[in-house]
């Protein structure tokens, strides 16, 4: 018999030769470096967006706080007591001709309404672009009863950018310095302004704000139904030097004065992030020169 034949190992599991490992301290190629950062960097991205998109979404039907409060602010009006919007007294110090002291009286408050009978088909014209969520207003008298004064808060339906755009409207075509967008009267039976008409509009003023959907405005006449024919807007009868009646009797201080006032007031009202447009600084300052 022949001896064995040569030993033969059993077959195993094929094996695949490895790419050798680069030494320590070797390092790769400058393309294939390239590519492990961009495969990072995307990587880290996508992670992160799925991270941010849960965070986002998580209450996706949410407004923002400023918005939210910019809404809170449109119903002011029928949440504030009305004794609280319009003041049954208002006492301004130094507001009058010569910094005089003065004090205005409220002698009746409308029911709240729509804009369409109680504003000039003008003046509704001009403020359509942000609507007219509702209309309130109140009829002050000073404390000599010979001037009377009516004040307006006009909450629309705009957003913020629609009260901007109409600001800047009305400031760059002087819309508020025109008498043709003279804001009307209330007039109230049994009072003494009663008489209180379109024809007895002296004096007034009318402020867009930004930091709320919100127009204020004011008109001013004498008590005792005289007609006025050349109304001043409150700025240029509360300026020093004007000889106009209404200046003279200080109805371009009643119409800024009462109109700030009630301003300050309802501003006092609005939620803290619905009040911090610096845009209305400005507004402020320039009602008030």
């Not at 301004?92 to 804009?115: E, I």
């Not at 629609?162 to 003279?182: I, P, T, V, Y």
């Not at 001013?220 to 009646?245: E, L, M, N, Y």
Request: aromatic residues 6%; proline residues 8%.
């Amino acid at each position: 018999m022949g001896g064995a034949g040569p030993s033969r190992c059993a077959a195993g599991p094929p094996t695949f030769r490895l790419r050798p490992v680069p030494a320590a301290g070797r390092q790769l190629p400058p393309l294939r470096r390239l590519v492990a950062v961009v495969c990072l960097v995307l990587g880290v991205g996508l992670v992160g967006g799925v991270g941010t998109g849960f965070w986002f979404t998580d209450d996706a039907g949410a407004e923002p706080a400023s918005e939210a409060a910019y809404d809170e602010t449109r119903q002011l009006w029928h949440e504030v007591p009305v004794d609280t919007l319009f003041p049954r007294t208002i006492e301004a110090d130094g507001d009058g001709p010569g910094q005089a002291d003065r004090v205005w009286k409220r002698v009746a408050v409308a029911p709240d309404s729509t804009c369409a009978r109680a504003l000039d088909p003008l003046l509704g014209k001009a403020l359509a672009p942000v609507g007219c969520e509702r209309l309130v207003r109140a009829t002050y008298t000073d404390d000599t009863h010979s001037s009377v004064t009516t004040v307006g808060l006009l909450f629309t339906e705009a957003d913020r950018n629609g009260m901007h755009g109409l600001q800047q409207r009305f400031r760059k075509q002087k819309l508020s310095e025109r008498a043709d967008l003279m804001p009307r009267t209330y007039p109230a039976r049994g009072t003494v302004a009663a008489e209180f008409g379109d024809a007895q509009r002296a004096s007034w003023t009318l402020d867009v704000l930004t930091d709320a959907p919100v127009v204020v405005y004011a008109v001013s006449g004498f008590a005792d139904g005289r007609t006025v024919g050349d109304p001043q807007p409150a700025a240029d009868a509360a300026a020093k030097g004007q000889t106009s009646g209404p200046a003279q009797a200080g109805l371009g201080h009643a119409a800024r004065s009462v109109a700030d006032r009630v301003e300050r007031g309802l501003r006092q009202q609005f939620p803290e992030s619905a009040s911090t447009d610096p845009a209305d600084t400005d507004s402020d300052s320039e009602s008030s020169s």
